[in-house]
């Protein structure tokens, strides 16, 4: 598996990922299509992961906060790979990335179902849950 990364809103790296983003969040969970592409877009680090036949199988993109703090967001894997452990590995490559960037903190919002992954990962939960087009989510957040 292989990992890109792009700031580039042009490019077909991030078409992967809002290809995929678009599977899970509108198709798969009912999420307005207006509340899934954001004004963060062009602010934000797209990362895709491409299995060994070069499909995009998983993505997440970080938005800076400011010099200290990433948000973690629109973490998604396709439906097919699940269970492959892509989410950790798009995880750890995000969370080096950040490091090598010189970022102190991630922090995400994570729908309930996604708690417990966050939190094999080191994440903490703070806050009293709160709902995002109709789903669930908490805070979490993890110092680097």
């Given at each position: 598996?292989?990992?890109?990364?792009?700031?580039?809103?042009?490019?077909?790296?991030?078409?992967?990922?809002?290809?995929?983003?678009?599977?899970?969040?509108?198709?798969?969970?009912?999420?307005?299509?207006?509340?899934?592409?954001?004004?963060?877009?062009?602010?934000?680090?797209?990362?895709?992961?491409?299995?060994?036949?070069?499909r995009a199988a998983a993505t997440v993109r970080l938005l800076p906060l400011n010099k200290q703090e990433?948000?973690?967001?629109?973490?998604?894997?396709l439906k097919e790979f699940r269970g492959q452990k892509m989410g950790d590995a798009l995880l750890q490559e995000a969370e080096l990335f950040a490091k090598q960037q010189e970022f102190h903190q991630i922090r995400l919002d994570a729908q309930l179902?996604?708690?417990?992954?966050y939190e094999?990962?080191?994440?903490?939960?703070?806050?009293?849950?709160?709902?995002?087009a109709n789903i669930d989510h908490i805070h979490m957040k993890k110092d680097l």
């Open positions: 598996m292989k990992i890109l990364i792009t700031k580039d809103t042009m490019s077909e790296i991030y078409l992967d990922a809002v290809k995929i983003r678009h599977k899970v969040f509108v198709q798969e969970q009912g999420v307005p299509l207006e509340r899934e592409i954001d004004k963060d877009e062009a602010y934000s680090i797209h990362f895709v992961l491409y299995t060994e036949d070069h990433l948000k973690l967001q629109r973490m998604a894997v179902s996604a708690q417990t992954f094999s990962h080191g994440y903490l939960a703070y806050g009293e849950v709160f709902q995002d």
